[in-house]
């Protein structure tokens, strides 16, 4: 009955009828109602219970929690409520013992790659992570994302996030026992900021190269990374701030080619860890989380891990998932504290895909336990076409997410793939967010890419190729249209897509969240009568004018969806695209 499933759950004959139901569903309330005990409400101390964990019995004399303090108190009134929303006043005679199998249990959120969200789209997440038993909550930051004081001029002509904000969310995230952890990538990924030209000789590469990642040679790139930590951090009140560090794609390159060719690459990252990590914690008195991709190669890097810092080590498809046995074991061999970070697979692919995203929170799950991770995080990225998928296919990621951080349960052991994990994931979104079913409909529209004609890494190609002109047929390296697609394929999609849109139609539940279904579903469907038009590099005028009006179906509705949740800005980056493809196919129009 409760979810994530707890580790030990017992039903008994009998019901307690409550002498005062409480009129509120918010989880604060709740605690603020229970956590001293009332007529209804027993609070036992057990300091030999962890930190989170906690006993729930309900019996003919009440609701009793034990735990070793308000957290595992908090933990066990999140699963009242539950059976608050399942019973009413009349609740069952129980008895559920639980805690979790990771001490950290973290949510990262992309808002850098153009989808920034307002205050009050973070704080419906940061309520449904609550609700899930999260325990770690994380914004990240690459671009101009935050009103950072001390570089004021890049972000005075746009909204997004400022220090009050982050103020506000800190002690949003307290109030429910989440700690808001400062994300701030701090090597790679920081291309908005180098392509500045005040910013470009910061840059490892050229004039015309950007790396994305800044040379840790430079004391002004120190200085310049400071400037951001000197703005951002203090907002926070958490001991860790995330200093990112992945794909620094620069090393070993342009500038730094000779030196790490001396020292060793890996001796050149770890430089830069330190430094940062010692000035973080002498200055802000906060220790370090980074990602270990740039070390994965060089085991030995390990030994020089900065004392309190934490590896994130992340893998997000099927292969990348499957290698991180050998890194887990390595980062436990060698004493690293670490998470482990799976990804919900939502980006580049309008709805994400489902089967990737379930093999990937289960493995990273069963291998955390089995390798003595600190923590499970799942990430929610946006990437390069524009962060076009929205919050409703994130979900069901985030309770599938949950279980494996609070209760792996058993290993993997035959075909069923935790079916059941996943059948009460999609029932705990229909019962709490969407009121009725419609998780399973989601489901399907996420394995639409099953349909196409190749797999693509982290990505489908249906939504991988709507940012190329028509004229454009390679879908990565390794495929292309012309030799590996055929209408077939597509519409296949097309159709699938289309019945499952009308499935949706159907369903009575929140006008919100099926527009954001229905618009990344069109999404799909034009993506992929566009692979077709790319093969022939024609079509007919009536199919012409079919898609340019869905396109400006899906302009105007990504308009009002973007901004009711979202800052203006960043939207514009798919915009552009759209209207591209849009003069693109009434250029090939044939005028009779």
Not at 129 to 146: G, I, T
Request: charged share 25%; proline share 3%; with cysteine.
């Amino acid at each position: 009955m409760i979810f994530p499933k707890p580790k030990e759950e017992q039903y008994l004959d009998g019901a307690y009828s409550m002498k005062a139901y409480p009129n509120t569903d918010c989880l604060v309330d709740l605690f603020e109602l229970y956590k001293n005990g009332n007529d209804d409400f027993t609070v036992k101390t057990d300091m030999t219970y962890g930190n989170d964990e906690y006993l729930l019995e309900v019996s003919s004399s009440g609701i009793t929690v034990t735990a070793s303090g308000d957290c595992g108190v908090f933990r066990a009134i999140t699963s009242l409520k539950q059976l608050l929303f399942q019973h009413k006043d009349k609740l069952p005679f129980c008895k559920i013992k639980d805690c979790p199998d990771f001490e950290k249990r973290s949510y990262m959120l992309d808002i850098s790659r153009c989808r920034m969200p307002k205050v009050k789209t973070i704080t419906r997440l940061i309520d449904l992570l609550a609700d899930l038993k999260y325990n770690e909550f994380q914004l990240y930051m690459e671009s101009f994302v935050f009103k950072y004081d001390t570089l004021h001029e890049y972000t005075k002509n746009f909204d997004c996030l400022n220090a009050d904000d982050i103020k506000y969310l800190d002690k949003y995230c307290s109030d429910r026992f989440i700690d808001l952890v400062p994300n701030q990538n701090s090597l790679g990924h920081l291309g908005d900021w180098l392509e500045l030209e005040e910013f470009k000789h910061l840059r490892v590469g050229t004039d015309e190269v950007n790396t994305s990642t800044i040379n840790p040679l430079l004391d002004e790139s120190f200085e310049f990374i400071d400037k951001l930590y000197c703005a951002l951090l203090p907002n926070f009140t958490s001991e860790y701030v995330n200093i990112g560090l992945d794909e620094a794609y620069g090393l070993g390159k342009y500038q730094l080619e000779e030196i790490c060719k001396q020292k060793g690459t890996d001796n050149v990252f770890m430089d830069w860890l330190n430094k940062l990590a010692d000035h973080i914690q002498k200055k802000y008195n906060k220790k370090v989380q980074f990602w270990a991709d740039m070390v994965y190669e060089y085991p030995e890097a390990y030994s020089r891990v900065p004392d309190g810092a934490v590896a994130l080590n992340w893998g997000y498809d099927l292969i990348k998932t499957a290698m991180m046995e050998k890194r887990c074991l390595d980062l436990k061999t060698k004493g690293t504290p670490y998470y482990i970070c799976p990804g919900n697979c939502t980006w580049i692919c309008f709805t994400g895909r489902f089967d990737v995203m379930s093999f990937n929170l289960r493995t990273c799950g069963e291998l955390g336990r089995e390798y003595g991770a600190r923590g499970y995080m799942l990430t929610d990225w946006g990437c390069g076409e524009g962060h076009t998928h929205f919050p409703v296919w994130s979900l069901v990621p985030a309770a599938l997410a949950a279980q494996y951080a609070w209760n792996v349960g058993v290993k993997q052991n035959g075909g069923t793939f935790k079916a059941d994990y996943i059948r009460a994931a999609q029932k705990y979104i229909d019962d709490t967010v969407f009121n009725a079913p419609v998780s399973n409909w989601l489901y399907k529209m996420q394995q639409y890419y099953l349909l196409e004609p190749e797999r693509i890494h982290s990505s489908t190609m249906s939504c991988f190729t709507i940012r190329k002109p028509l004229s454009e047929t390679a879908v990565e390296p390794f495929f292309d249209l012309k030799e590996c697609g055929e209408d077939f394929y597509f519409e296949n999609v097309i159709a699938y897509m289309k019945k499952a849109l009308a499935g949706i139609e159907a369903v009575d539940f929140d006008n919100n969240w099926k527009r954001q279904v229905r618009i990344n579903a069109n999404m799909t469907i034009l993506g992929s009568e566009l692979c077709i038009i790319r093969m022939h590099q024609a079509a007919a005028n009536e199919k012409i004018d079919e898609l340019v009006a869905l396109i400006d179906e899906i302009y105007d509705e990504y308009i009002a969806l973007w901004d009711a949740e979202n800052y203006p800005k960043g939207k514009e980056h798919f915009l552009n695209q759209l209207s591209d493809r849009r003069k693109e196919l009434i250029a090939l129009k044939v005028i009779n």
